[in-house]
């Protein structure tokens, strides 16, 4: 009520966050792959070892070591991520987690390489020769395969996704910004890209939407939909999983079938496919092994007459030239966009067919819950973009199969800010802007460094309150930072801010904060106007040296 009465009044409501991370805490490089079925992320280094010196390399990062493939499953996913021309032997541990490999066989006798049972040594697989395991000279100098545990990435109970849960690859990440229309491209052929078993469970509002593009030579544009089914007045929507039909996907039907949905608890989630609930960080798919003992066919097609599509959001997108895989995190626009039951997700792009949105298929994607059926269209019918008026008819397109594609979509089902849940956004996979990959959680880190903001100084609720067109300092302080720069995204917009050793004079009085108690405090500060009521989202980075430290003011409009 206080905070409503103040806006009134005419003042402006910050959220504070703080985030502190450092390279060391990183648990996922660049380059490294991620194995969504056991929440793994592996990276192959490139500088040769002995297998103590490939160990200790391993667990520089934390919770890293060696890796063991200790599944035939795994073993495929690690040869289809990490192609090589000839066979290169790497440093690998027992799944055991023994120190060094023994006579016996830790991943079935048939994979050593002949010759090599009878040795001790350390135990090495063979990349590029699929099932082949030696043991050698623990201080022979190899490359070596790595691995960690990332599944504290993984959404927080309260938010839910379509998409996969963890992204399948690091890779450089850029905050996108939306277009502020459509691009006219003319009469240029568009691929589209219609996910119809990545659906929405019920009605919220979307916080987040990552993709990794591929690698291109020239710059592209793309369109990031949410589409809403529906049937003509004489026919009804069945929903997925309709037990009569077994129906993966939404069609449409002339009698009324299967329009119920049933109840979850807090961090679960209905699945039609199964009829239960699952924990918002399960699959619902046909090719899940819980789904399919309920016999749906695969490859899974409509079962009878798809339906139409209105084109419920548009995110529109250009990607500049880039030699490398990308992950985009689009920075979504003040307006809420919502979603409802049964809403599924399309692309869009100007790209050739199959060269615009990363996917895995085939060894790379085997077995994996998280699998997709999604059907590609090619625009020479209509020219240009495709506008939603026209029906997307399965004769018309070509079904992609069993492949998992890098795309991630969050969202709530309550209508809470996006500053409220804007603290568990920060832990994505793919690391910020500046490092690019996977770190640890901030809370500790943020006690070492002493990252706080000292002017204004939140209340309790991690608000800010500052009274429009009324110029106020805004504070930060952080330990050791005599090289640190600060920078401090829209509404100031400003960067390189250095730090200094005090706070400004004018402020030394009004602001307890700056009484300087150690000669390693350092103080940055920015000077804020606002023109208007609202709620705003402020980025505040903070670099000094290999370190990173960031700071959010969280928000939306009013």
Not at 39 to 44: M, N, P, S, T
Not at 107 to 136: D, E, I, Y
């Amino acid at each position: 009520m206080m905070t409503l009465m103040s806006l009134t009044y005419g003042l402006w409501v910050l959220c504070v966050i703080l985030t502190t991370v450092t390279t060391e805490d990183i648990l996922c490089p660049k380059g490294g792959r991620i194995h969504l079925g056991s929440g793994r992320c592996y990276w192959l280094t490139e500088v040769a070892s002995s297998w103590v010196g490939a160990q200790d390399s391993c667990r520089q990062m934390r919770g890293g070591d060696l890796a063991s493939a200790d599944s035939l499953e795994l073993q495929h996913f690690i040869h289809s991520s990490f192609p090589v021309k000839t066979t290169v032997w790497v440093w690998v541990k027992q799944s055991d987690g023994s120190e060094r490999a023994v006579d016996t066989d830790p991943v079935g006798p048939s994979r050593w390489s002949r010759g090599n049972k009878s040795h001790g040594g350390c135990l090495q697989m063979a990349l590029g020769t699929p099932g082949q395991w030696r043991k050698a000279p623990c201080s022979g100098q190899h490359i070596f395969l790595c691995e960690n545990t990332v599944t504290e990435f993984l959404p927080s109970r309260d938010i839910y996704l379509t998409g996969l849960v963890l992204l399948t690859g690091v890779y450089t990440e850029t905050q996108l910004k939306l277009l502020p229309k459509v691009p006219d491209i003319g009469h240029q052929t568009v691929e589209i890209q219609l996910f119809p078993g990545m659906w929405f469970s019920h009605a919220g509002q979307l916080v987040s939407v990552q993709l990794v593009i591929q690698p291109s030579s020239m710059s592209s544009t793309g369109r990031v939909h949410i589409l809403r089914p529906y049937c003509s007045p004489s026919h009804h929507l069945v929903p997925p999983g309709c037990s009569s039909v077994l129906n993966p996907f939404s069609y449409c039907s002339s009698q009324p079938l299967c329009n119920t949905t049933g109840g979850c608890s807090l961090g679960q989630y209905w699945c039609h496919l199964s009829e239960s609930c699952l924990y918002t960080r399960n699959p619902c798919s046909p090719y899940d092994a819980v789904t399919g003992t309920r016999g749906y066919a695969l490859p899974p097609r409509y079962p009878a007459i798809p339906p139409f599509y209105h084109m419920a959001a548009d995110m529109p997108l250009r990607m500049n030239p880039s030699s490398e895989h990308q992950t985009f995190k689009l920075i979504l626009p003040d307006e809420p966009i919502m979603v409802y039951p049964d809403d599924i997700v399309a692309i869009q792009h100007t790209r050739n067919s199959g060269t615009f949105l990363h996917c895995l298929s085939n060894e790379a994607s085997m077995d994996s819950p998280w699998r997709q059926s999604y059907m590609t269209f090619r625009g020479s019918e209509w020219g240009g973009w495709w506008d939603g008026s026209s029906p997307l008819l399965p004769q018309a397109g070509q079904w992609v199969d069993g492949v998992l594609c890098d795309l991630k979509i969050l969202y709530v089902d309550h209508l809470q800010s996006e500053a409220e849940h804007n603290d568990h956004l920060l832990f994505n996979l793919g690391g910020t802007t500046t490092v690019p990959d996977i770190r640890a959680s901030p809370t500790d880190l943020r006690a070492r460094f002493g990252l706080t903001i000292i002017h204004p100084v939140p209340n309790e609720n991690n608000h800010i309150c500052v009274e429009i067109n009324v110029p106020v300092r805004i504070i930060v302080k952080v330990l050791s930072g005599q090289r640190a720069r600060s920078s401090w995204s829209t509404p100031v917009h400003q960067t390189g801010v250095p730090f200094l050793p005090s706070c400004p004079e004018e402020m030394l009085s009004s602001c307890p904060g700056c009484a300087t108690r150690s000669p390693d405090d350092w103080f940055s500060s920015v000077t804020l106007v606002l023109p208007s009521v609202g709620v705003q989202i402020m980025n505040i980075s903070v670099t000094d040296g290999d370190e990173v430290s960031e700071c959010e003011f969280g928000g939306s409009w009013l």
